[in-house]
Every structure is written in C-alpha cells, then in structure tokens.
C-alpha cells in the first residue's frame, strides 16, 4: 500500500531524512519516534506534499504522490490528511465550518469562499463532531475550545476529507495526559473502525507502544529501527534517542495508567 | 588600560565631555536648519508673483468676508444647506466607492505581495512596484488625466481615488498580512485546499478587523480628496464650492453653508470611524 524508497531531503547542508525506506503492506497505524530533529515530522510533511522531496520516491497504491503537481497535488492531500501539534485551526471561524474546511477539495472554490457548503456535509460534519465527543461546541468559535477539544476538531476535519491515510505530527506533544489519551484512542477508533491507514509521530515511548501495530525509530534522518512494539526494548530505546544508562522511560511517560496495562491495539501482530 | 579615558576614572568629566559634544551637534544641526529654512524662504518670496509680505495682511480678508457676507444673509444659511445636502451626498458617494473599489483590490494585492502567502512567490517585488506606482500618483493628477480623457463628472474622480486607494491600503494590508499567523494557512494546505481558498478562509478571517479599521481611516481621507477633486470639475460639493468662491462677493454665504456642511461630514465621519475602530481593536485583542 505505501512504499517509501530512498527518500531524502535536505536543508542547505542539513540532511533532515536520510535515504529512507520502508514499506507498510496494509493499513495499520505506524507510530515513528525519535527525538527532535529526527526527521520524524519532515517525513510527514513531505507525504502530505507541504515540503517538497529532495530525492527518493513514496508510492501510495502504486502512485509516486512525490511527483504530483498543481491540481493532482492537492487531490492526493485531500486523501491524506493531515493532524499538526498546533491544530492549525482557522480560530475565528466556528466548529463546524472548521471541519467542513475537509471537503474544500471537494467543492467549488466560490462556493466555499461565501460558506455555502451542501447540508448533507453539514450532517455529516455534525455527527463526526458526535462521534468524538465535541458536538456540544459545533457552534462555538474553534478559540473559545481548550486543546484537547480542539485537537479532536483538527481530527473531525481530517475524517470529513475521508482521506486514505492520516498523518498526525505530534498530536498529543501540546495536550495534558488526559486529553493526550483521549485523542489517541479517537486515533486508534478511527483505524480500528474505519480501516484507515494512520501515521503518528510520538514523542513519548509507551504511547507508541500502546496504540501503535509498528514502530519506526528514526535518529539523525535515518531509520534506525523498524519493528513491532514488542521489539522495541529500553536498549533499542536508547539507540534511537542516543541515550545512556541513565535514560529511564518512565522519566518522560505522560500516561495516566498502570504501566503493565495491556495495549488498546489488537492482538494481532504488524 | 584603553586609549580613551575610561569612564571610571573620571566619571564627572568624562560625563561632562558627553554632554559638550552632544550640545555642540545639536547646535550645528539647529544653525543650517535656520539657514535652510532663511535661504529657502527668500528665494520663494523673491520668485513670488505677489510678495509675502505685501500679501500677509491681506490673509484674513477671505474669511472676514466670508463671515460678513453670511452675517447679513444668516436668514438664508438653512436653505443653503439643504441646497447642497446632495451634492454633499455625491462627495461621500464618490468616497464610499472608491474605498470599496480601493480596499478589494488592495486585498488581492496585498496578498500576492506578502512573503510567505504569495501565490507566486518570484513575483512578489513586482506587486509591491505596482502598489508603490499607484501609491506615488496623485489622485489630482490621475482625476485631470482622466477628466480630459472622459470628460468631468463623479466617475473619473471615483476611479482616481480608488487607484490611489489601492496602493496606499495594500501597502497597509499588506504590512498587516505580515503578522497574520500561518498555521491555519497550513492546515488548509493539507486538506488540499487551492490558493484563494487559503487566503478567504486562512488569513482573511484573522486581518480583516485591521482591514477594515484601515479602510476606514481611508474613507475619511478619501471625503477630503473627493471634496478636493471637485474643484478640478468631478462634480460633487467641492464644484459647488469653487463655484461659490470664484463668483466672488454675493455668494459667500453659499461658500459658508458648504463650509459647514463639510466640516460637520469630517466631524461626524471621523468620530463614527473611531468609535467602531475601537470597538473592532477591543474585540480583536482579546
């Protein structure tokens, strides 16, 4: 389904990913770790097509989505949504015109530009918002809600795109424990329920672990590990984050849990 | 220790030294100024068709007149200024549409000239040449031009002001598109959203309170040259007034309703649009 063959891109001198390659064969939610300048959210910006590849190829269902152009560009985007740490949210308009800002590719640009978006979307946007628990603040401003809800708002935008996939760079790193496990369960619902392909970049070890099918380590652009959570032990831990004995997990965990609890994904194996 | 006396070794004198050199640049700058001003000064009154000084006692027979005129005919000041209410009304027409006019394109402007939201980013210097040049032209001249070419009337003065307007607000708008916040324009991005659609539902919604407290600072500069652009035969109530001046005495009590008439627009113009400034402004920062 994805197929990520030497992809690279630099900076000036930078390299910020480093000829990667993977290739994920059904829809599963990846989570990719390693600490900041990894690469992690460059990877994610450059298969939403907001930065642009210096070099390499990813293949979505056998199209190169790296070589798209103009019109095909932003349709691949509307299929490949996408969940930023800031929300990047239009903060003066309400809720729902927020998430109904998903079907923009969908729609005539005059009619979006005077809010003329057809009812059933409207409906539509609506019970999204019900699905995850927020339809009680559809009318208010997308400010007046705390980050928690609107994380939850960017999540009901990238599902009313419908899109193939959905890439969320750091979605938790700005909330508190709470909201952090209540935007990544709706993450793993979405996946579980709607069989969509999810690609989260975690900065945290046991989130990745809990909700995630397969794990990537990335350090310094490359891709130093690739295996499922239970591969991932505190020694490859500390090869990602290039990390010594001191280095402890539960220094960083953010969770609210018992940390023997059993993993929200399904048993079965990536 | 260093070649300049240190400042704590004598920290009186050193002081004192400071203060000398800065006094005796002060006063430098003060004498050519003066001598500027003086030289400037005698070669404009010796270039002058009148004379200054034979002219400056008669500078406030205009207004004595004006007043005297009016006081004997003060019975007929509220005909006068019912009489040109409409020609009033065409003067702030004639604002009001080259604001409008002004301000729409100024926002397309600005916005392919701001770094960072431009849709063509190689051709953000030739937007900003273009709001510079239309910037530059006075709106007289333009309203001349366009006079000669189209013949007098509102509608070349409508267009003058609205080609003035567009430079003068893009530059301002586009100033303020700088601060915009460009994660909301990111997300749109990613959903695969087309370029106007960014700016209509990404930036639009954040500026346009500054915009609009802009547009209105320039519709009330834009009454003052529409009022102006009547006396070069575009019509409205600065026509009525350079007709009621130049026919000389008889009919400066008509030039003092117009007067009135205008002072009062401006008064009102200019406290309506402070009022709702604020209220956008207090609105805005919370």
Redesign the interface.
Known sequence: MLVVENLTKRFGGNVAVDNASFTVDRPIMLGIIGRSGAGKSTFLRMM?R?TDATTGSLKVEGQDVLRLTGAA??????QC??I?Q????????DVVSNVL??T??RRS?LA??FNLFPREDIHRAIDILDRLGIVQHAAKRAEALSGGQQQRV?IA?ALM?DPKVILADEPIASLDPMNAQIVMDALRRIHDEDGRMVIANLHTLDTARRYCDRVIGMRDGRIVFDGTPEQLTTGVARDIYGADETFSEEATSTEIRDHRAAPVRAATPA | MALSPSPTSDPHGHYLALVQRKRLYGGLTLAIFVLMMVSGFMLADSRNAGGFWSGLPQIFDFPADVLADTATKLHLLPEHLVRYFPALLETINIAAASTLIGAALALILSLLATRGLALWPRAIPVFRRIMDIMRAVPEIVIALVLIFVLGGGPVPAMIAIAFHTTGALGKLFSEVNENA?L??V?????????W??RM???VV??VSPNYFSYALLRFEINIRASAILGFVGAGGIGYELKNAMSWGKGRFDEAAAIFILLFLTIVVFDQLSSHVRGRLIHKGGH
């Open positions: 939403n907001l560009r932003r349709e691949w985007q509307s949504a996408m930023f800031q929300f990047n949210l239009v903060p003066r308009m800002h998903g923009l590719n640009t979006t530009m960017a935008r795109q | 916040d994660k909301p990111e997300g749109l991005t990613s959903v695969g959203a087309s106007l659609q209509w539902l990404g919604p954040q």
